[in-house]
């Protein structure tokens, strides 16, 4: 079998059926090195990467470290993504050319695209330009320029997405990359994180007063911070019988993902949100508490995240907890944001791979609070099975993923998810109010919407009117509901907080509004102002992204049998632009089984959809198209079939009926 | 503007005021004169650390100081607040 004989389209199974996805490259752009060979070296013999920080001014800051890497070539996220995805290809053995091209996709998750151009845009407004040339000079810097530039140096024209979770953005995209191979809708997914140093990010995360001064050291006593860092890794996903079939080294199946949202506090870890995330990847994944080997932490070396951090795996692994060795390898390679979950995947498959689990350097025991086996000693040989690895983000939004050594589930019984799920549409909702902040605080009244900005107020006002419609009450049911959102926010709170860094320096930030200008703020407000805990999920601004998010929720809720997921997308028009109508629109999604369970309205049944990528780049139209759809579609006189050209090149195609059985 | 040489009354007065309008956005049921000497912001009165963090920047903005950050920890009453910001009085 050669390398490249890769079998042109496959048959779509039942979602009954999942097909197995199997990790096959590796790509590393890192502070420790490039390539998976310097990354893995490095964590094993705990050499930081860590250095001075060289491209922006370091005064005013509680440290001068960073994860930054110093070339070669240039610091931008582009040149990452395209470094990593070619390492990755090459060794899986894999020529990009020679793959069929509308099964072979790209996801990627990050927290801000191309900070670097964004900032110079944003300082040129503070200098006197226009709202409008702020818009033109940061649009080609928005985060989902980058899976759609990757795919066309490729040639790949199947599914095309930017996750922006923040820092758990990596973990994101590979849970959306595993879905797309596991239901059948690619055989080969490039799949990663990506985020470039700014200063934005190290003088929100220092007026946090999370910042480490010296060094960061995971789960330790006196431990002070994290350590900001950049990087990109890039896995190669892949259907595990073709993978095998071509005699490709498999380093890890992905077994599958767990998620949850804290709906708590912005900012804040949650013991309860982080241990349901657990709890939730342990149950999709089939897994007992005694399967587990070791865990990569997301292990900040803050001292709120390590201690709740703990406090969750005790909770959920109880007296084997002690016996699970945890890790993080962040104390060497920084926290690279949204690239960071996909680093740690990175390791936790050459974990699986060498049966070697990569230490925590820089440890000092005595935390009262940290009582794991943080492998400290160095190195420790202990030939793991299974990996959890986590990643937690603001806005409470959290997603762990599981993997196994290759052959591990090949001795246990398929697993199955039952009869094939059907999805049925039960709450509609379109804002478009000029004035969104003010139809906030009239639906909300008892809400702190202190630094809510336009497409915050959307998304708020919209996911409450949809869940209305739909019958359900956040307050009673949050525990069962969620949000997949696509967004793009409208810079008005990214320019206010450049100007005060211009300014004022880092401390003349408003600790507040850092957790403003990330681009899942809408979704993470939403979720936390309306309590909703079972996902948290953001799109990059796709336009139109209703689609994208529909067949996010679908995807989910086939694998968690059951909830309500707001989807849809939220667009606020940047001051001096023009584009689609403003506004948010939304719909709640659900399975067939629990819209009837509780004599829900059932608009129309989503009865399938499809996804491309390749067109020219520039459509998008808002996301009502597909609520008028939906509209059509309940009317029952013939099944709609629903087109959408996204911004960033993408198709999708939704095929919507009345639901009359 | 601040005053070149403030009584603590009138700084105690002014933070008052701050930490009153960060509740009032909070959409908190507390009033002004719930806030005073003894009251733990945190345990009392629902305020997280975020909030004593946005508070504490909003002070260092109107009375143009800064606080250090290792000062600007565990400040969960208004009289610990206002005796950092008088420490950091600008000398004019």
Redesign the interface.
Known sequence: MTANAFPDGCQRLGANAPRRVAVTGLGVVSCVGRGKDDFWSALLARRSGLSAVESFPTEGL?SRLAGEIKGPGPRQALAYVLEAARQALADAGLEPSALPAARSGVALGTTQGEPILTEAALTRRVQGGSPGDLFREAFPSFPGSLPAALARELGWRGPNIMLTSACAAGNFALAYAFEKIARGRADLMAAGGVDILNRTNYAGFN???AVAPQACAPFSLGRKGMIPAEGCAVLILEELSHARSRGARVYAEILGYGASCDAR????PDLDGVARALEDCLRCCGLAASDVDYISAHGTGTPANDRTETAAIQRVFGERAPRIPVSSIKAVVGHAMGAATALEAAASCLALETGVLPPTANFTPGDPDCGLDYVTEGPRRAGPQVVLSNGFAFGGSNLVIALAKDGWRDARLPRSEGPAERFVITGLARVDDPDPAALAETLL??????FVDRPMAYALAGALLALQDAGLDPARAGDRIGIVLDSSGELEHHLEYHRSLLEDGP??V???MFPAIFANAAASRTAVLLGLKLLNESIAGSFPGGESALACACDFLSRHRGGALVAGGVWAAPAGTSGPPEGAALLVVETLAGARSRNARIYAEVVGWGERFGLPQGGGVGAETLLDAVRAASSGRAPVVHEAHGLWGGLMTVSLAACND | MAPEHPEPQEISRIVREVIFDALQ???SRFKLEDIKEGVSLTRDLGI????I??MT??C??RFKL?IP?DE??NLDELGSIVKVLAKHWPKT
Do not use: M
Not at chain 1, 265 to 268: C, E, I, N, R
Not at chain 1, 445 to 450: A, G
Not at chain 2, 48 to 51: E, G, N, R, T, V
């Open positions: 509680r007026r946090l007063q506090h912005v900012t804040a009244p008892d809400k702190d919407l202190r401390a003349g408003e600790p507040l | 956005k909070k959409k997280d650390s975020l909030d963090l946005q920047a909003v260092e903005k800064r950050d600007n920890q």
